[in-house]
């Protein structure tokens, strides 16, 4: 108790912030960008431009199925990679590759070409997911793990959403500066050529997001894994304890699966309000699950990691049962937004969990495998979704979200060593 009190003095009298440092900083300029360009601008665009170019529904519907299958495939080889040539090198090559694939995909109409062009982005999403979060625990000292991952959370969350509206902007932007000046909407024909340039945008910030891990050079050391002993050492992992405390992340697949790709559908069907409407309701929760996880140190302080992991998600659960009896639009929201934005407070607190749970010689393998879980449960719920609509109603389906939710925290509980 007194050294951590003379630690909080410390950090008081110093001026820092637990979990922030100029590393981190640098870290969180780069996730910024990151997201702004990928998650945000191109995710939002890509739909527009392949209808811009002719592409029916069911077409588009496979291509945005491909990155979901190389993440898969790319999941458990990539923690073998990034033990050979670093973690910090990876964040570098697998940005610079999703660069090359945002502006692929906006630079032809070609199926085969846009096909292979989401293949590639999927697989260096995935190899920069895994990557991340071994790396961002050599930033900062153990103890500062929890708020620098809800920090990094909050970054992430707030530049998908500025990204989303840099992404609405952008084309009207560009057809103007393309001199079409004075027009309010697209018309047909300028669509195509106004998406491909914001989209190119997108590509450029991508390859900007590269700076900050570049100044990163005190961290490369770290950033590589210490027992890079490579095939032996993934031969010799003890694949039981990482199945067993990766299992969380499974279900955790399931229940986004379940919700994310279809919030704007349940909103709409089951009370009726217009496109826009729904996309101000999601946007909103995309605010609470930035927010919610700064929160997470506090939590942790009182009941450990894996103890507020298992309290939180029963009060998510909470939430979801709230939203699938709400009958009202305005309670429907305030269910929501807490339902999703508790069920957030998830990765920031699992993963230095699993960090600090092994070895850092198989802090890659785990990410990998965590990676893998996650798109597993992901792919199943949604691959069920439509058959399990048809079968029992949204209602129910937010009642089986919530059973995941509560089958999530107590996975967590029985699983996770407590710290």
Same mark, same amino acid.
């Given at each position: 108790?007194?050294?951590? *009190?003379?630690?909080?003095?410390?950090?008081?009298?110093?001026?820092?912030?637990?979990?922030?440092?100029?590393?981190?900083?640098? *870290?969180?300029?780069?996730?910024?960008?990151?997201?702004?360009?990928?998650?945000?601008?191109?995710?939002?665009?890509?739909?527009?431009?392949?209808?811009?170019?002719?592409?029916?529904?069911?077409?588009?519907?496979?291509?945005?199925?491909?990155?979901?299958?190389?993440?898969?495939?790319?999941?458990?080889?990539?923690?073998?990679?990034?033990?050979?040539?670093?973690?910090?090198?990876?964040?570098?090559?697998?940005?610079?590759?999703?660069?090359?694939?945002?502006?692929?995909?906006?630079?032809?109409?070609?199926?085969?070409?846009?096909?292979?062009?989401? *293949?590639?982005?999927?697989?260096?999403?995935?190899?920069?997911? $895994?990557?991340?979060?071994?790396?961002?625990?050599?930033?900062?000292?153990?103890?500062?793990?929890?708020? !620098?991952?809800? #920090?990094?959370?909050?970054?992430?969350?707030?530049?998908?959403?500025?990204?989303?509206?840099?992404?609405?902007?952008?084309?009207?932007?560009?057809?103007?500066?393309?001199?079409?000046?004075?027009?309010?909407?697209?018309?047909?024909?300028?669509?195509?050529?106004?998406?491909? $340039?914001?989209?190119?945008?997108?590509?450029?910030?991508?390859?900007?997001?590269?700076?900050?891990?570049?100044?990163?050079?005190?961290?490369?050391?770290?950033?590589?894994?210490?027992?890079?002993?490579?095939?032996? &050492?993934?031969?010799?992992?003890?694949?039981?304890?990482?199945?067993?405390?990766?299992?969380?992340?499974?279900?955790?697949?399931?229940?986004?699966?379940?919700?994310?790709?279809?919030?704007?559908?349940?909103?709409?069907?089951?009370?009726?309000?217009?496109?826009?409407?729904?996309?101000? $309701?999601?946007?909103?929760?995309?605010? $609470?699950?930035?927010? &919610?996880?700064?929160?997470?140190?506090?939590?942790?302080?009182?009941?450990?990691?894996?103890?507020?992991?298992?309290?939180?998600?029963?009060?998510?659960?909470?939430?979801?049962?709230?939203?699938?009896?709400?009958?009202?639009?305005?309670?429907?929201?305030?269910?929501?937004?807490?339902?999703?934005?508790?069920?957030?407070? &998830? !990765?920031?607190? *699992?993963?230095?969990?699993?960090?600090?749970?092994?070895?850092?010689?198989?802090?890659? %393998?785990?990410?990998?495998?965590?990676?893998?879980?996650?798109?597993?449960?992901?792919?199943?719920?949604?691959?069920?979704?439509?058959?399990?609509?048809?079968?029992?109603? #949204?209602?129910?389906? &937010?009642?089986?979200?919530?059973?995941?939710?509560?089958?999530?925290?107590?996975?967590?509980? %029985?699983?996770?060593?407590?710290?």
């Amino acid at each position: 108790m007194k050294s951590g *009190f003379s630690r909080r003095k410390r950090a008081l009298h110093s001026g820092s912030v637990p979990g922030l440092n100029g590393r981190v900083l640098l *870290f969180l300029c780069h996730s910024l960008l990151f997201h702004i360009a990928l998650l945000g601008i191109a995710d939002i665009l890509l739909n527009f431009y392949l209808v811009s170019i002719g592409y029916d529904t069911g077409t588009i519907s496979l291509l945005q199925s491909l990155p979901r299958l190389s993440g898969f495939l790319i999941g458990l080889p990539i923690g073998l990679i990034a033990n050979r040539v670093g973690n910090r090198r990876l964040i570098l090559l697998s940005t610079a590759g999703l660069a090359l694939a945002v502006a692929a995909t906006a630079l032809t109409q070609h199926l085969a070409i846009i096909a292979a062009s989401r *293949f590639l982005w999927g697989a260096c999403f995935g190899a920069n997911q $895994v990557v991340k979060p071994p790396f961002m625990v050599t930033l900062t000292d153990r103890s500062e793990h929890t708020a !620098q991952f809800s #920090y990094h959370n909050l970054v992430a969350m707030l530049a998908v959403a500025l990204g989303s509206a840099l992404g609405g902007a952008l084309p009207l932007f560009a057809s103007q500066t393309l001199g079409i000046v004075g027009t309010v909407y697209l018309r047909p024909e300028e669509m195509p050529l106004a998406y491909r $340039v914001s989209i190119m945008c997108a590509a450029l910030l991508l390859l900007l997001s590269n700076l900050p891990i570049l100044a990163l050079r005190s961290a490369s050391a770290k950033g590589k894994n210490a027992g890079s002993a490579g095939y032996r &050492m993934w031969r010799n992992a003890p694949w039981r304890s990482l199945l067993r405390l990766t299992f969380p992340l499974f279900v955790f697949g399931i229940s986004g699966g379940l919700t994310f790709p279809f919030f704007n559908l349940i909103f709409r069907e089951l009370f009726g309000i217009a496109d826009s409407a729904v996309g101000s $309701v999601i946007g909103l929760g995309w605010l $609470v699950m930035g927010l &919610m996880p700064l929160f997470n140190p506090a939590w942790e302080a009182r009941l450990g990691r894996a103890g507020a992991l298992t309290a939180l998600m029963l009060v998510s659960a909470a939430a979801f049962v709230g939203l699938s009896q709400a009958r009202g639009l305005a309670i429907a929201i305030i269910f929501y937004v807490l339902a999703i934005g508790i069920r957030n407070t &998830m !990765q920031p607190l *699992f993963q230095p969990l699993l960090m600090d749970s092994l070895d850092a010689a198989y802090h890659n %393998i785990a990410s990998s495998l965590g990676l893998v879980m996650w798109n597993i449960g992901w792919f199943i719920s949604t691959f069920s979704f439509g058959a399990l609509q048809l079968a029992i109603g #949204y209602r129910n389906i &937010m009642l089986a979200v919530a059973f995941f939710v509560v089958l999530n925290g107590f996975t967590i509980h %029985i699983t996770a060593k407590r710290r």
